[in-house]
């Protein structure tokens, strides 16, 4: 099974950016509705490209504690290097979003897809930055 660590985006911190709309080129295949976004995750930032779910409400990206998520653009994604990522507690909610399914004081996500692929993980919130404010970076 494979694990991904699943993004509920948070806004960037305010005192960076104050909250706007943001334009990001999405990259993938209409054919099989596979999408992706570029963005720096966690703080301090990693580049990481985001798989978009059109179906569902779900972001996820792997995590560097899966052993076998494929090849990726960027190095899998190091939560405990971000000091902003939080494990989502059973009794959390973000936005409308409340979870549905826990084990261990940790909000459980999986998901199947008809192709035959899918998802399963613990769900997290860290803070984005997306592509449109890279430039305003340091990095």
């Not at 494979?2 to 993938?28: C, D, I, K, Q, Y």
Request: with cysteine; glycine share 6%; proline share 5%.
């Amino acid at each position: 099974m494979l694990l991904f660590w699943a993004a509920l985006l948070s806004s960037v911190s305010p005192n960076l950016f104050s909250p706007a709309r943001h334009t990001v080129e999405v990259n993938g295949c209409v054919e099989v509705g596979y999408y992706t976004i570029t963005v720096l995750l966690g703080w301090p930032p990693q580049p990481v490209s985001l798989l978009l779910d059109t179906g569902s409400h779900i972001t996820a990206l792997p995590c560097s504690t899966c052993s076998s998520c494929g090849q990726h653009q960027f190095p899998l994604f190091n939560v405990t290097a971000s000091s902003s990522a939080r494990v989502m507690g059973c009794d959390e909610k973000a936005g409308k979003f409340k979870c549905q399914s826990c084990e261990n004081e940790q909000c459980l996500f999986s998901i199947s897809y008809s192709e035959g692929s899918s998802l399963s993980g613990i769900y997290h919130t860290d803070k984005v930055l997306f592509s449109d404010l890279l430039s305003k970076t340091m990095l």
